[in-house]
């Protein structure tokens, strides 16, 4: 039996990319190190679930620590307070050791992650006055090569949104500091005018979404040979490969959630819909609560076919049932033979751009409809409040997409 290979999971958020490395059944995770907490209880939770690591283990391998004290992470002498609050007396095996002497002697192969995406993200840097050219979240990428160099793997994934390759903070693009930093350490990576040819869809990869993200591979320099091979594999697997899968294979033998009677909805509880008579219960698919008014709005959208309809309609068929304008469509159903669009963060704050294509359930997708969409496995349980497990979900990478990453890099690195 050939052995697996080891990662180090940096900004591992819920462990979107850590659960395909592992189902891809090449890999065993050394570390994960996530920063927000309802994460980090998430990925710990799978570990043990799902992963047989035990209380202690998990505890010890995914890191809640903030990864801008890079130098602190690698080498010890910090604090991790949520070990307390899990019940564990040897949160010194980490805290006082870091990263380092977690690993002790183990060999780390490869190395994954994304930092947040939102500075790199063209309609964040819209919405910003200064394009987010002030944002911190442009330069975490430094902590990611930091970790690299210090332990030296045979390469690392790099995911991020395809506005990376757009961002210029200082006037200098983000392609190009992040193609000298690596060199710097001695690792080659595509050349930024190459990294076109990096953005892949997830929907390409047994996904059922379109969610498009440039994928940085880096290797140590002298081994471009095996960067070029590992692009040809990823490329001839996405051209062959599209994905089938729609929203209807996603979700559409999820229970229905219909619309309860005004009476109902005017109950001291914030119910608006509900599960048909005799329908079982499914983990993490409850409705969030929607008024009359979006109910009423939900049902017309796509009775009318809205979605079809140029922006102008749009905009005015919001105007007519808000008393509101805007210059910008408000609303969007997604369709039951078409992949759905990107799963986003913003869900946490609201799903009007994610309304459900049955028109008698006249609502926005569940968190168990977007994990589907993101391709998750349909035991990954979320830990934290709905729009924290929105955010999480929306920003993770589909397990099914790392998962196809990490088969094809495995082959060039196992002999």
């Known amino acids: 039996m050939k052995k697996k290979l080891t990662f180090i999971d940096l900004f591992s958020g819920c462990g979107g990319l850590s659960e395909g490395f592992l189902m891809s059944n090449k890999f065993y995770g050394l570390a994960h190190v996530e920063w927000e907490l309802p994460m980090v209880r998430t990925l710990r939770n799978r570990l043990e679930k799902k992963w047989n690591h035990s209380k202690e283990d998990s505890l010890k391998r995914v890191i809640h620590f903030d990864i801008q004290k890079t130098e602190e992470l690698i080498n010890g002498n910090w604090s991790d307070n949520?070990?307390?609050?899990?019940?564990?007396?040897?949160?010194?095996?980490?805290?006082?050791?870091?990263?380092?002497?977690?690993?002790?002697?183990?060999?780390?192969?490869?190395?994954?992650?994304?930092?947040?995406?939102?500075?790199?993200?063209?309609?964040?840097?819209?919405?910003?006055?200064?394009?987010?050219?002030?944002?911190?979240?442009?330069?975490?990428?430094?902590?990611?090569?930091?970790?690299?160099?210090?332990?030296?793997?045979?390469?690392?994934?790099?995911?991020?949104?395809?506005?990376?390759?757009?961002?210029?903070?200082?006037?200098?693009?983000?392609?190009?500091?992040?193609?000298?930093?690596?060199?710097?350490?001695?690792?080659?990576?595509?050349?930024?005018?190459?990294?076109?040819?990096?953005?892949?869809?997830?929907?390409?990869?047994?996904?059922?979404?379109?969610?498009?993200?440039?994928?940085?591979?880096?290797?140590?320099?002298?081994?471009?040979?095996?960067?070029?091979?590992?692009?040809?594999?990823?490329?001839?697997?996405?051209?062959?490969?599209?994905?089938?899968?729609?929203?209807?294979?996603?979700?559409?033998?999820?229970?229905?959630?219909?619309?309860?009677?005004?009476?109902?909805?005017?109950k001291p509880i914030s119910i608006s819909h509900a599960y048909e008579k005799g329908a079982i219960k499914v983990m993490h698919h409850e409705p969030r609560f929607h008024n009359p008014r979006d109910i009423k709005i939900f049902k017309e959208w796509i009775h009318n076919n809205m979605n079809s309809k140029k922006t102008q309609e749009k905009t005015e068929f919001y105007y007519a049932n808000t008393g509101k304008k805007s210059n910008h469509n408000k609303y969007r159903n997604l369709e039951w033979d078409k992949p759905s669009p990107t799963i986003v963060a913003h869900l946490s704050k609201d799903g009007l751009m994610f309304i459900h294509p049955d028109a008698t359930q006249a609502r926005s997708i569940t968190l168990k409809e977007a994990a589907l969409l993101q391709s998750f496995p349909d035991d990954y349980e979320f830990l934290g409040n709905l729009g924290v497990c929105y955010k999480m979900v929306g920003n993770a990478v589909p397990p099914k997409m790392a998962k196809e990453i990490a088969k094809i890099i495995s082959n060039e690195f196992i002999k």
């Open 82 to 266: 949520s070990f307390q609050e899990f019940g564990s007396n040897n949160h010194h095996l980490i805290t006082k050791v870091g990263l380092k002497g977690l690993i002790g002697r183990d060999k780390v192969d490869v190395i994954i992650g994304g930092p947040p995406c939102q500075a790199y993200s063209i309609a964040g840097r819209a919405q910003d006055k200064n394009s987010m050219k002030d944002d911190y979240r442009n330069f975490l990428f430094e902590s990611f090569v930091k970790v690299v160099e210090a332990f030296s793997p045979k390469c690392f994934v790099f995911e991020n949104v395809p506005g990376l390759l757009s961002a210029c903070p200082g006037d200098i693009s983000v392609p190009q500091r992040i193609y000298d930093a690596f060199k710097k350490i001695g690792y080659t990576i595509l050349k930024p005018e190459e990294l076109k040819s990096a953005v892949f869809s997830a929907n390409n990869f047994g996904v059922p979404q379109t969610r498009k993200r440039v994928i940085i591979i880096g290797v140590k320099s002298g081994n471009e040979s095996v960067l070029k091979d590992v692009y040809r594999k990823l490329t001839n697997f996405s051209n062959t490969t599209k994905s089938s899968l729609s929203v209807k294979h996603a979700i559409g033998n999820l229970p229905k959630l219909k619309p309860l009677t005004k009476s109902s909805i005017d």
